[in-house]
């Protein structure tokens, strides 16, 4: 168990409709990543927090967006679905944000969308 | 942007063999690659990594090299065993890149009895 919680593991929608995905990083841990895994594009970053702030951009779409609130979790939003956003979302997090930072990942949510 | 090639996309070895999995990279900037093992229904869990100052860095069975030079690194795992079996994942971080994890396309590694 890598200490890092996502929320809810499974979700089925339809196209057109907005999803939230959660995250609960591991006790301390001041960042967290949202990664994308699908068959065709792989392992790819979307976004990073660290304490709240936005602290890097990966190729995230315009529709999906992100948070982190004060207690450190933090919510990945998907919005207008497409079928093509069907994949298996990733949350993970580290200590601070330094190089080379171990990241614990969660075990993921994975999306369907109909 | 940084671009990372790995291969073979799947490989099948007995159990007591060695398995070799081989990364490129592009971008002569990156410093810190880490190696990463999927295991079904499982985030991936960083099992090795190195920094672009050492060429060769050894953990029990697992070990992996770097060459600068030819910017391509990989992973060795010796005295396979079943457990072994899994997507592993390699990935780079440019210098200036934070954080942010490049990864591979993943090697399906099968261990055979």
């Known amino acids: 168990d890598s200490g890092v919680t996502q929320t809810p593991k499974h979700l089925i929608t339809a196209t057109g409709q907005r999803v939230t995905l959660r995250c609960s990083p591991r006790s301390g841990d001041l960042s967290v990543y949202w990664y994308q895994q699908s068959l065709d594009q792989g392992l790819q970053f979307l976004i990073q927090y660290y304490n709240g702030e936005e602290r890097a951009k990966g190729n995230i779409l315009e529709r999906f967006s992100a948070q982190q609130f004060p207690d450190l979790h933090s919510e990945l939003n998907l919005s207008s679905l497409e079928l093509g956003d069907s994949a298996l979302y990733f949350c993970a997090s580290s200590p601070m944000t330094g190089l080379g930072e171990k990241l614990f990942f969660g075990s993921g949510t994975q999306l369907s969308v109909l | 942007g940084e671009n990372v090639e790995q291969h073979p996309s799947t490989l099948s070895v007995q159990e007591g063999d060695s398995a070799v999995i081989k990364c490129t990279y592009s971008?002569?900037?990156?410093?810190?690659f880490p190696w990463y093992k999927q295991e079904l229904g499982k985030g991936p869990q960083l099992i090795i990594d190195?920094?672009?100052?050492?060429g060769e860095k050894k953990d029990q069975r697992i070990a992996v090299t770097l060459n600068k030079t030819a910017k391509h690194f990989s992973l060795h795992i010796t005295e396979t065993q079943p457990e072994d079996s899994a997507v592993y994942f390699c990935?780079?971080?440019?210098?200036?890149?934070?954080?942010?994890?490049?990864f591979g396309t993943g090697t399906q590694l099968k261990v055979e009895l």
């Open positions: 190195i920094r672009s100052n050492v």
């Open positions: 971008d002569s900037a990156s410093n810190y």
């Open positions: 990935a780079a971080i440019p210098t200036g890149g934070g954080n942010k994890l490049t």
